[in-house]
């Protein structure tokens, strides 16, 4: 939808539909199933743009919240944060005329994401810490990423398995989560 040229559009969804994440969370059926935030995405231009109204657009976007948030709330909290940092530098980008667009397009955002907290509230509350002490269902110093991983391919990624022998992987040590290698694709992202 955004280049409007196929090409650009198939290497885009194949990068990732096949990113080292999607390779890694495969086995992993609530965290592989990540379809819904490029429609976030694309509900959000279409409303820039004015193709759908603003009740369309308020509906479907927290109808898709919840979806996602049913599905997997790392997905969905992953979602909304990379959204509001995309937000905020096309903000810092923008001219006056597109922050002052972004503006009334946010306070409809918001009021989805309110309108899909409101509805998800029975399954946020589970996540309130209780009095008793309970500790967390998954500890995450258990199975967390390492800080290299973003820079330094690992034997799960095409880059790793061309850069890197199946060995470099045991003496980094990224433990059970080896799927956060980006490369150069956010440098490349920020420069386009």
Known sequence: HISRMPLPSIIGGLVYGFSTYQIVEADHLNLALTFIPPLLALLFVSRCENKIGRLR?????AGCLIFQFLISPEVFETAILFGVIAIAISAWM???QWRMRLRSLMSETIVAIVAATVVLSPYIYRFVP???GLS???NP??????????????WSSLAGR???APWYDSIIGYGCEPAAYMG???VIAVWL
């Open 57 to 61: 657009y308020v509906s479907l976007f």
């Open 94 to 96: 923008g001219d006056r």
């Open 130 to 132: 209780s009095p008793f």
């Open 136 to 138: 967390p269902i998954y």
């Open 141 to 154: 110093a258990h199975c967390s990423t390492d800080l290299l991983g973003f820079v330094i391919p690992t």
């Open 162 to 164: 061309i850069t890197s």
């Open 184 to 186: 150069l694709l956010p």
